[in-house]
């Protein structure tokens, strides 16, 4: 089980949002900035969403990050059928030093 | 930007031992050196996980559940970075990335990948 607890899964119809969160499972860990990464299969990770909210060029404006506490969430608006894949968040823990992922969230688009 | 391109993966027996590579390209602005590096891996059916870091002070950090079986290191005289995994079981067979350490506390750039089938 990840120290980092996301949902398996989300839905919505194309041109909804949905939410994903990203919460630490165990208070132990000590971290600061949360990222996202989006992965489809067979391809390699690709980072989108950095330091909880800023977004890496070339990543739309639909995808969206906020932290509150020891939660993070990353929002998909406007979904499409090319937002279908899986998204990860992840940290790294300063008190372990060790960098922890999340369980990963599928996204489907109905 | 840099270009990351993994290998060395292939089939191998339970128990033995392996080494994967990454070898970075297409370096604009910073060389190899300055880059720590990440490993992470993803077995089929299953998420991401993290393996190892090397900082570009040659510092590395490894995953509790990997420690004492992986090496990670690097030659940046060649702009590789290497991973060695010993006494394989089928559980690691997975894909295998390198990827940059990013100034912002994350991970940012990726190779493609390199697979590992470990046989029973």
């Known amino acids: 089980q990840s120290a980092l607890t996301q949902p398996p899964s989300v839905s919505a119809a194309p041109g909804q949002k949905v939410t994903i969160s990203c919460s630490k499972s165990?208070?132990?860990?000590?971290?600061?900035?949360v990222s996202w990464y989006q992965k489809f299969p067979g391809t390699a990770p690709k980072l989108l969403i950095y330091e909880d909210n800023k977004r890496p060029s070339g990543v739309p404006d639909r995808f969206s990050g906020s932290k509150s506490g020891t939660s993070a969430t990353l929002v998909i608006a406007g979904l499409q059928t090319g937002d279908e894949a899986d998204y990860y968040c992840g940290t790294w823990d300063t008190r372990l030093t060790v960098w922890v992922f999340g369980g990963g969230t599928k996204v489907t688009v109905l | 930007q840099v270009q990351l391109v993994e290998s060395g993966g292939g089939v191998v027996q339970s128990g033995k031992s392996l080494r994967v590579s990454c070898a970075a390209s297409?370096?604009?602005?910073?060389?190899?050196?300055?880059?720590?590096m990440h490993w992470v891996r993803q077995a089929p059916g299953k998420g991401l996980e993290w393996v190892g870091f090397?900082?570009?002070?040659?510092?590395?950090y490894y995953a509790d559940s990997m420690k004492g079986r992986i090496i990670i290191s690097r030659d940046n005289s060649k702009n590789t970075l290497s991973l060695e995994i010993s006494s394989l079981t089928v559980e690691d067979a997975a894909a295998y990335y390198c990827?940059?350490?990013?100034?912002?506390?994350?991970?940012?750039?990726w190779g493609q990948g390199t697979l590992v089938t470990v046989s029973s």
């Open positions: 165990s208070s132990n860990i000590v971290s600061d900035y």
């Open positions: 990827a940059t350490d990013g100034p912002n506390r994350d991970i940012d750039q």
């Open positions: 297409s370096l604009t602005g910073l060389p190899f050196s300055a880059y720590g």
């Open positions: 090397i900082t570009n002070a040659e510092r590395t």
